[in-house]
């Protein structure tokens, strides 16, 4: 199975990577698509441009096994859907249910306001990864109606396959950070060391990104 992450990462942190690597770690995935998004539905413009914050996706892996970017949101017009990225891969013919989508569990409490819910979770495997203040097994209160479809996982469970679309429920530790923090600390010329990865920081101050305040996430 193949995990997919999607977001702005503009720029990419230290949260993601944890996501990133504990679905991957507790699911058995054979790899996880780290997939920047071209517009995102639901937040502002991202401030750098597809080809900085992909340039800085690239950095922050390349030298973590089993992670990949992907340009498939980046190449396509209109706004990233999760189920626009999944008919995508349904076109190179990908069967869709051998792909798990992640998200931190902060992002998935939103997913009844995602483009083409409630169908969009019969078309493949969700994992929630806990995030500060937001731990996975919360999302069981939070969206009662999907209890029945989730599945706590521990780290390094082998994945069991199923016809049936799961929900996973990942409790792992992520770093507190987002990529909000990460912009207004380089705005106000703060140090950003140990939030985002070396190569990003150094790619950042290269290219003399998030100088200045913008909206956006």
């Not at 009662?144 to 799961?166: F, G, K």
């Not at 996973?168 to 923090?181: C, G, Q, R, W």
């Not at 705005?187 to 985002?196: F, H, M, P, Q």
Request: hydrophobic share 45%; with cysteine; charged share 15%.
């Amino acid at each position: 199975m193949i995990g997919l992450l999607g977001g702005t990462f503009d720029p990419i942190h230290c949260g993601h990577l944890d996501v990133a690597r504990a679905a991957m770690h507790a699911l058995s995935l054979d790899k996880v698509l780290l997939i920047p998004s071209r517009t995102p539905p639901h937040r502002h413009a991202p401030q750098a441009k597809n080809a900085d914050r992909l340039a800085m996706v690239r950095a922050a892996i390349a030298h973590d096994t089993g992670l990949e970017a992907s340009t498939i949101e980046l190449d396509a017009a209109g706004p990233s859907y999760t189920s626009a990225t999944l008919d995508r891969f349904t076109a190179l013919g990908v069967d869709t249910h051998t792909l798990c989508f992640i998200a931190g569990a902060d992002a998935f409490a939103e997913i009844p306001t995602w483009h083409q819910y409630p169908d969009l979770l019969d078309r493949c495997h969700f994992a929630a990864v806990t995030r500060p203040g937001m731990p996975a097994e919360q999302l069981r209160a939070r969206l009662p109606r999907l209890a029945s479809r989730m599945i706590s996982v521990t780290a390094n469970q082998p994945y069991a396959t199923s016809s049936h679309a799961s929900i996973f429920l990942i409790d792992a530790p992520t770093a507190p950070v987002s990529s909000t923090v990460v912009r207004a600390l380089i705005a106000r010329r703060a140090s950003i060391k140990g939030l985002v990865p070396d190569a990003v920081a150094a790619y950042i101050d290269a290219h003399q990104l998030y100088l200045t305040e913008a909206h956006g996430h």
